[in-house]
Structures are given as C-alpha cells and as structure tokens.
T-cell receptor, first 117, second 111 residues
Framework: GAGVSQSPSNKVTEKGKDVELRCDPI?????LYWYRQSLGQGLEFLIY????????KSGLPSDRFSAERTGGSVSTLTIQRTQQEDSAVYLC???????????????FGPGTRLTVL | AQSVSQHNHHVILSEAASLELGCNYS??????LFWYVQYPGQHLQLLLK??????LVKGIKGFEAEFIKSKFSFNLRKPSVQWSDTAEYFC?????????FGKGNQVVVIP
C-alpha cells in the first residue's frame, strides 16, 4: 500500500518568508510525528499528534513553528519568518496507536528538504 | 528525557567484514528500541525493533541486535557485510510519545 508522502520534496525560500510543508500519513494511522534532520544535530523530534488529543508540541524550537492536523489525517507544518538555521530536512512519520505493549513502529516519509537563503 | 549515544560516526570496511555498531540509551521507563537505516537517496526504514521478549532480535537483510538491559545497550551486528549495506544507521529509543535518535553511523562498504 501507499506509504507516508510529503510535499514538496524540495523547497528553497528567502529568509523571512513563511513556508508550509505537507504530510499525508498512511491511511488508518492515528499517530503522526514531525522530525527535523540537520547536519550536526541528527534527528530531532518536533511535534506529535494522536487522534483527537491535544498535540505534544514540546519539540518545536520556537513560536515561529506550528503544525496542525485536519480531520485526523493530513498535517501541515508551518514555519513563519524563516531563518537560515531552519534549513534542514523535515521528516514526517506515522504509526498505529503507540501502545508500549505492541511496539508499533513509525513509518517515515521521504522528507522535505528546506533551504533558507 | 530519553537519549541515545552512537559511537564511531564514520565506519569504513570491506565486503565480507563483520559490522558492529554500538548504541547506548538513557531512559527510565519501559524501553522500546529501534534501528533504522537510510540508504543513499532513500528515506528512513526500519531494520529491527525490540519491545519485549527475546533480547536477541533479528531484522531484515541479516542484521541482528542484542538488548542488554544491565548495560543500557542495543548494539547492531551483521556477520558479513555487502556493498549494498552502505548507508546511515540510526539507533532510537521510544518514550514520551516520540523517538529519540542517536547521531547515526555512516557506514561505507568497499567492494
């Protein structure tokens, strides 16, 4: 079946502009995650959505970052007033309910490479 | 908060050599551990996982990992690597609704 898809695959923007990154999770997956992969920092957690619960935003690096998930499916990560340090690959992942007893894995999308000039 | 340490960030070895990548984690709760691989130009995919039961876990492509609770370790092994194993390997521990990843091991296998 279809995996996690993300768009765009590449985004080049100017410093100070806003960007929106989209994630389509695997159908039926209730949990959705955003991570950031940058040189020297590895993979960092940004935000987690589970069903209709309030999202866990504890990984967002600043208030310029926000995300929403509409209808429990598609998610959009928005970065306002982009800075050069925001340049990274933004990864989305989804999974079934993350009960510890089942060890459900996260399936990752191909990522969006963001370059801020 | 959970954290993961991976050592020897860059590894270069010849085909048929054995590979072992170290992973040490820090987390006080119930442990779920993962190894993900990222082949050149591809997205992250799961190699293997541990969440309970037998601490020796076998994954895809001949990889295995051993969970040693007393050492807080989850080292990845493959007895004989192939050129196609050239990739970046990430260890991760799950807790608090997220995965915490190590910095990764860049493995290059020379034909």
């Amino acid at each position: 079946g279809a995996g996690v898809s993300q768009s765009p695959s590449n985004k080049v923007t100017e410093k100070g502009k806003d960007v929106e990154l989209r994630c389509d999770p695997i159908s039926g997956h209730t949990a959705l995650y955003w991570y950031r992969q940058s040189l020297g920092q590895g993979l960092e957690f940004l935000i987690y959505f589970q069903g209709n619960s309030a999202p866990d935003k504890s990984g967002l690096p600043s208030d310029r970052f926000s995300a929403e998930r509409t209808g429990g499916s598609v998610s959009t990560l928005t970065i306002q007033r982009t800075q050069q340090e925001d340049s990274a690959v933004y990864l989305c992942a989804s999974s079934l309910w993350m009960a510890l007893t089942t060890g459900n894995e996260q399936f990752f999308g191909p990522g969006t490479r963001l370059t801020v000039l | 908060a959970q954290s993961v340490s991976q050592h020897n960030h860059h590894v270069i070895l010849s085909e048929a050599a054995s590979l072992e990548l170290g992973c040490n984690y820090s987390y006080g709760g119930t442990v779920n551990l993962f190894w993900y691989v990222q082949y050149p130009g591809q997205h992250l995919q799961l190699l293997l996982k541990y969440f309970s039961g037998d601490p020796l876990v076998k994954g895809i492509k001949g990889f295995e990992a051993e969970f040693i609770k007393s050492k807080f370790s989850f080292n990845l092994r493959k007895p004989s690597v192939q050129w196609s194993d050239t990739a970046e390997y990430f260890c991760a521990v799950r807790g608090n609704n997220r995965l915490a990843f190590g910095k990764g091991n860049q493995v290059v296998v020379i034909p």
